[in-house]
């Protein structure tokens, strides 16, 4: 059987997926942006057609590959209501199995993965890549006053990079093996938009905002945000940790309606919005009417 005709398997995809930062590299892997084997291909890399599991890899996460080495995506898990988690903060787990592999792959595709002070204290989350392929992102901490306890497993394990961002006054403690302290030199410098050219300026161009509700509302309410995937669930808390929360439009057309896909993870419905015309310049949704910078108090 020829490489014309022989299907890629989903597992070289998703290797080809990794490596992806733009359309030329895509272009060399023989894939297109609606998911196909594309173009002439290039020496080593013939255009092939896909398995099926091969297509929907490229057809979830090509259009974030094409979208280049800068850019800024956030992921949050909901129940149909719009919660995270319980009011106790029990988030164990909200969506399904398909999607905590979806949370992965996202992290493989990314240069950082960022959370803020409350996430990183109530859930003590491990951030590294184990439910595919792919490298570890490093893991950055938001964490103006300093109060995540240093026994966090992101402090101890040693399990990848960690960049413990920490505002003026705070003076850390003894930190373990690759954790390196970042202080920042006041709460303004804490805003999303500048967060994310400094992480940019340290090599760090394609962060993963994952939580939580909070930090995920911060970045979106500033425009820092490129895309959103919105996992829900079919299932009713009645209330708990709110997912995103920003001031609304009284005016229903003024509302945020970005471009969407929809996609089925098991039970669960995945939502990605983008929120950033492609090639990076601002869409008329990063500014709508009812969204505003957010306060430089409001710290994760």
Same mark, same amino acid.
């Given at each position: 059987?020829?490489?014309?005709?022989?299907?890629?398997? #989903?597992?070289?995809?998703?290797?080809?997926?990794?490596?992806?930062?733009?359309?030329?590299?895509?272009?060399?892997?023989? $894939?297109?942006?609606?998911?196909? #084997?594309?173009?002439?291909?290039?020496?080593?890399?013939?255009?092939?057609?896909?398995?099926?599991?091969?297509? %929907?890899?490229?057809?979830?996460?090509l259009?974030?590959? $094409?979208?280049?080495?800068?850019?800024? @995506? &956030?992921?949050?898990?909901?129940?149909?209501?719009g919660?995270?988690?319980? +009011?106790?903060g029990?988030?164990?787990?909200?969506? /399904?199995?398909?999607?905590?592999?979806?949370?992965?792959?996202?992290?493989?595709? #990314?240069?950082?993965?960022?959370?803020?002070?409350?996430?990183?204290?109530?859930? *003590?989350? +491990?951030?590294?890549?184990?439910?595919?392929?792919?490298? *570890?992102?490093?893991?950055?901490?938001?964490?103006?006053?300093? +109060?995540?306890?240093?026994?966090?497993?992101?402090?101890?394990?040693?399990?990848?990079?960690?960049?413990?961002?920490?505002?003026?006054?705070?003076?850390?403690?003894?930190?373990?093996?690759?954790?390196?302290? $970042?202080?920042?030199?006041?709460?303004? &410098?804490?805003?999303?938009?500048?967060?994310?050219?400094?992480? &940019? #300026?340290? /090599?760090?161009?394609? =962060?993963? =905002?994952?939580g939580?509700?909070?930090?995920?509302?911060?970045?979106?309410?500033?425009?820092?945000?490129?895309?959103?995937? $919105?996992?829900?669930? !079919?299932?009713l808390?009645?209330?708990?940790?709110?997912?995103?929360? @920003?001031?609304?439009? !009284?005016?229903? +057309?003024?509302?945020?309606?970005?471009?969407?896909?929809r996609?089925?993870?098991? %039970? *669960?419905?995945?939502? %990605?919005?983008e929120?950033?015309?492609? /090639?990076?310049?601002?869409?008329?949704?990063?500014? !709508?009417?009812?969204?505003?910078? !957010?306060?430089?108090? *409001?710290?994760?």
């Amino acid at each position: 059987m020829s490489a014309a005709t022989d299907p890629l398997g #989903a597992a070289a995809t998703w290797e080809s997926l990794l490596g992806i930062r733009g359309a030329a590299q895509a272009a060399a892997a023989g $894939l297109r942006s609606d998911g196909d #084997a594309g173009g002439p291909g290039t020496a080593g890399h013939p255009a092939r057609a896909l398995s099926p599991a091969a297509a %929907e890899l490229a057809e979830r996460y090509l259009p974030l590959c $094409l979208a280049g080495p800068r850019v800024v @995506f &956030a992921q949050l898990g909901q129940s149909l209501d719009g919660f995270i988690a319980t +009011r106790t903060g029990d988030a164990d787990y909200v969506t /399904g199995e398909e999607d905590r592999r979806h949370l992965h792959r996202l992290r493989a595709l #990314a240069d950082a993965v960022l959370v803020g002070a409350g996430t990183a204290v109530a859930d *003590d989350p +491990r951030l590294t890549v184990r439910a595919c392929a792919g490298p *570890d992102p490093v893991r950055v901490v938001l964490d103006p006053r300093g +109060r995540v306890p240093r026994s966090r497993r992101v402090f101890t394990d040693g399990a990848a990079p960690t960049l413990w961002v920490v505002g003026p006054g705070v003076v850390p403690e003894r930190v373990g093996d690759g954790v390196e302290v $970042l202080a920042l030199p006041d709460r303004d &410098a804490f805003a999303p938009g500048r967060l994310r050219a400094t992480l &940019a #300026a340290r /090599g760090l161009g394609r =962060v993963l =905002v994952e939580g939580g509700g909070v930090t995920v509302s911060r970045f979106l309410r500033a425009g820092a945000l490129d895309r959103l995937y $919105l996992t829900v669930a !079919p299932v009713l808390l009645g209330d708990g940790v709110p997912g995103l929360r @920003f001031p609304g439009t !009284p005016v229903m +057309r003024r509302a945020l309606r970005p471009p969407v896909r929809r996609s089925v993870l098991g %039970e *669960d419905t995945l939502f %990605e919005l983008e929120l950033r015309a492609p /090639g990076g310049g601002p869409d008329v949704a990063d500014t !709508p009417q009812g969204l505003s910078d !957010p306060d430089p108090s *409001d710290t994760p």
